[in-house]
């Protein structure tokens, strides 16, 4: 009886090869919303009402790979390291990417200055920070709060991007009130996360 081949792949659900690894349909969907970005740009660069329903269905799309791609990856095993990268690095990708655009955009009223540096600063406080926990070991789990603040985030963007008065709703009051929201939420478990590496990290040097 010829025995089974021993598989290539480990318990994980990587190959362990880079280009076989970016084939699989997770990372494929990953790798598509990255490439949703130059478009995304491309179509904020336009303040007309008719584009802003396209990049509105452009962005939701590609939001929606955001929840394909994981939940593909965990039913199926696919998780990768490479997908472990580039899914974070999409997400943050389509969002800052659309948050500067619309800062940027010849729309009255505009996104405010200050709340795209606060946002982006925030951002990056995180991921430094997640860099600095990897280093020492320390796992930093997704807070309730962070969850929530992806979410108020993501509908307020989708808002923004609709700007104009549809149904008798002004989308940018709506969009700007979730994306403020959302920042206080997120601020408030960024802090969170800090408070927690730095006790993990005082704990095993005290």
């Known amino acids: 009886m010829q025995g089974t081949a021993p598989s290539s792949r480990s318990e994980d659900g990587s190959s362990g090869d880079v280009l076989e690894d970016a084939a699989n349909l997770p990372n494929l969907l990953t790798l598509l919303r990255i490439l949703a970005v130059p478009l995304l740009v491309w179509l904020l660069a336009n303040p007309s009402p008719k584009i802003a329903l396209v990049t509105f269905g452009v962005y939701f799309a590609a939001t929606m790979t955001d929840v394909l791609d994981g939940w593909l990856a965990r039913k199926y095993a ?48 995180v991921t430094g920070l997640r860099s600095i926990a990897a280093t020492e070991g320390i796992v930093l789990a997704a807070e309730a709060s962070g969850k929530v603040k992806m979410v108020l985030q993501s509908i307020g963007v989708h808002a923004l991007i609709l700007h104009y008065n549809h149904w008798g709703i002004s989308f940018h009051t709506f969009g700007m009130w979730m994306l403020v929201v959302g920042t206080a939420v997120g601020l408030w478990s960024a802090v969170g996360y800090h408070l927690s590496v730095f006790r993990e990290l005082s704990r095993r040097r005290g």
């Open 78 to 125: 696919l998780i990768t390291p490479l997908g472990k990268l580039l899914d974070p690095l999409a997400d943050k990708l389509l969002v800052v990417s659309a948050l500067i655009m619309l800062g940027v955009m010849h729309r009255e009223p505009a996104l405010p200055g200050w709340l795209l540096v606060v946002i982006v600063g925030r951002e990056f406080a």
